[in-house]
């Protein structure tokens, strides 16, 4: 049974800083390109960074700067650092997996409020 387990979420003022972490099991973790969206009410989905299984990194515009993703394959775990966090950055984070044939997995979420 595969898991996506989204932690570290919670409230931060504007200019704070979060790191979220999730944590896979049932998947060969270190096979698997990871992502982490972010979605609000009544909007899509967006992407927010990748890391692929090699370790290259790539980020939305909007978080270029401000956010690190990383990747602990002993662990299972990827990271997503986020400093400078703004207003617009409020929104459910999810954690995402992208394997071989196409496989994806989606972690339940964590939200992450801005709010001063």
């Known amino acids: 049974q595969v898991q996506l387990v989204e932690s570290g979420g919670g409230l931060v003022q504007p200019g704070g800083s979060l790191r979220l972490s999730c944590s896979a099991s049932?998947?060969?973790?270190?096979?698997?390109?990871m992502s982490w969206y972010r979605q609000v009410p009544g909007k899509s989905r967006e992407s927010v960074a990748t890391?692929?299984?090699?370790?290259?990194?790539n980020y939305a515009a909007s978080v270029e700067g401000r956010f690190t993703i990383s990747r602990d394959n002993a662990k299972n775990t990827v990271f997503l650092q986020m400093h400078s966090l703004k207003f617009e950055d409020t929104a459910v984070y999810y954690c995402?997996?992208?394997?071989?044939?196409?496989?994806?997995?989606w972690g339940q979420g964590t939200q992450v409020t801005v709010s001063s």
């Open positions: 995402h997996a992208y394997g071989l044939f196409q496989v994806t997995y």
């Open positions: 049932g998947i060969r973790f270190d096979l698997y390109h």
């Open positions: 890391i692929t299984s090699s370790g290259g990194t």
